[in-house]
């Protein structure tokens, strides 16, 4: 049954169909051009504490894994700054910007040297980092029980520029024991 006033398709009034002008989009992509802009500062301390947690984390169990190599080979195990590259600066040898590797040595000499070293494991750190050792040098190396020589080791991981009072800075701590902790900022130094 058909409605006795209900027009018929063919007297519909025809629309043109309608897009974005090349002008409202220079608008649109003009403001978020000036939103992105003003956001990105206030996103850098994010990215700064992601940078140092993941270079944490992976300090950590770069500390575990050369421990658990250790015993497991009988000691020889050492643990070793990457040196400086054309990506970053390690200058002191304190400084482990770069990064580290754990290395197993068939025998280790007096002054530490690591003869016929084969790489276990690699870690380079992200960029505009710095990660400092407390003490002791460029390389750390673990006994037959996966001790390190000495009393306790220490790192600071801070961002590039940043001091230790930097809300992204941590530190990275082994007791003697072999425990291994990431600590705040108001706690670095490590302390033993």
């Not at 409605?3 to 629309?15: C, I, K, N």
């Not at 200058?91 to 754990?102: I, K, L, S, Y």
């Not at 002054?111 to 390389?139: H, I, N, Y």
């Not at 390190?148 to 990275?172: E, H, I, Q, Y």
Request: one cysteine or more; glycine letters at 8%.
């Amino acid at each position: 049954m058909q409605l006795p006033h209900a027009p018929s398709r063919q007297h519909w009034p025809q629309t043109a169909e309608r897009g974005f002008t090349v002008i409202e989009l220079m608008v649109v992509v003009t403001i978020m051009a000036v939103l992105a802009a003003l956001a990105t500062p206030s996103f850098t301390p994010i990215i700064e504490g992601w940078r140092v947690r993941q270079a944490a984390n992976g300090l950590e169990s770069t500390l575990y894994y050369a421990r658990s190599e250790a015993i497991k080979r009988g000691g020889n195990v050492v643990i070793q700054k990457l040196p400086s590259s054309t990506s970053c600066t390690a200058d002191n040898v304190d400084d482990w910007n770069c990064g580290w590797q754990v290395l197993s040595c068939s025998s280790i000499n007096a002054s530490g040297t690591c003869a016929d070293p084969e790489v276990l494991q690699s870690f380079e750190t992200p960029a505009r980092l710095e990660v400092t050792r407390s003490s002791g040098g460029a390389r750390i190396q673990l006994n037959r029980w996966g001790l390190v020589d000495g009393t306790w080791l220490g790192f600071s991981l801070v961002p590039l520029g940043k001091s230790l009072s930097n809300s992204a800075a941590r530190g990275v701590c082994m007791s003697s024991g072999g425990r291994v902790r990431i600590i705040p900022p108001e706690d670095i130094p490590c302390t033993g």
